[in-house]
């Protein structure tokens, strides 16, 4: 019996595989592959439709299956390679600016749980062989982003090893609450065990120990809203320079710019505020021009010192040719 359900199962994968392998099958060409009668096809049909894949059937002589778009995502079936490629692509998405990051970071997460130890080696060694022109936010480590977005998911506690912003070298015990990305920048939203509120970590800064495998209850996040909560933690307390500066632009154009942490308020419909900061003032000069806008300091005594360094220095670059 449970080699009849054994087979049954085997049968019914390799059916999928053939269905996903090109558009369309007859009945007799799938009963050929399979080895089965074409009344075993028939049933075999029946048990993937009713697992929700779409197998669509046509009568007749010209007739046959094939797989169809549905209302529901079914588990897909890859191949090594196809496994191999979703993998690293994923992972290079995970990275990128495109807006999908988390999705593309649990999809990741879900994917290299279940791939057998011979493709994570052939995963990792696409990852060692591929370099990316640096820019101005420190690499970030997928095998480490991967091991919090599991645990994030898992509802499981996490030790990591963490370097906050002036070097010091902690061990933190959390429960990862919600990854945010912001930029090229990843921001882990978690409950500190041992300080007993929430903590808002780089997690280009943190170092995770093996799987805890002890499982929490998830706390309500403040405010119910992740994204606000990092951002306004990281704009207001991370920083070594603050400042607030006034922008001639609708606070949609700017917030549709943003590269970095910042709180926008809109004025009217032409002006908005933004509060925000930097380690660097020069840094965050260069980055408001890139606005394209008109921008006015209203408070912060570096950021105003940066733009008048920053407007010597174009002066110079101009060789003598800028009029006054």
Partial sequence: MIDD????????????????????????????????????????????????????SRPGVAGGYRLAAGTAMPPLLLDDDEAVAVAAGLGAVATGRLGVEETSLTALAKLEQVLPSRLRRRVEAVREATSTVPGDQPPLDLAVLGTVAAAVRGHERLRFEYTSRGGAQTVRHAEPRRLVSWGSLWYLLAWDIDRHDWRVFRVDRLVPSPPTGARFRPREIPGGDAVAFVVRRVSKEAWTYRARVLV?????????????????????????????????????????????????VIDGDELALAFDRLVSRFRRAAGGSFSR
Wanted: aromatic share 2%; hydrophobic share 45%; glycine share 4%.
């Fill in 5 to 56: 359900m054994l087979a049954t199962s085997a049968r019914l994968l390799e059916l999928l595989s053939l269905l996903q392998l090109r558009r369309h099958w007859t009945s007799s060409e799938l009963s050929e592959r399979l080895g089965v009668s074409t009344r075993t096809v028939r049933s075999d049909v029946g048990r993937l439709r009713s697992l929700g894949y779409p197998v669509d």
């Fill in 248 to 296: 001639h632009a609708p606070a949609a154009v700017v917030v549709a710019k943003l590269r970095i942490p910042a709180d926008v308020e809109a004025v009217d419909a032409s002006t908005c505020r933004l509060e925000l900061g930097s380690d660097d003032p020069d840094g965050l000069a260069l980055w408001l021009t890139q606005l394209d806008a008109d921008v006015e």
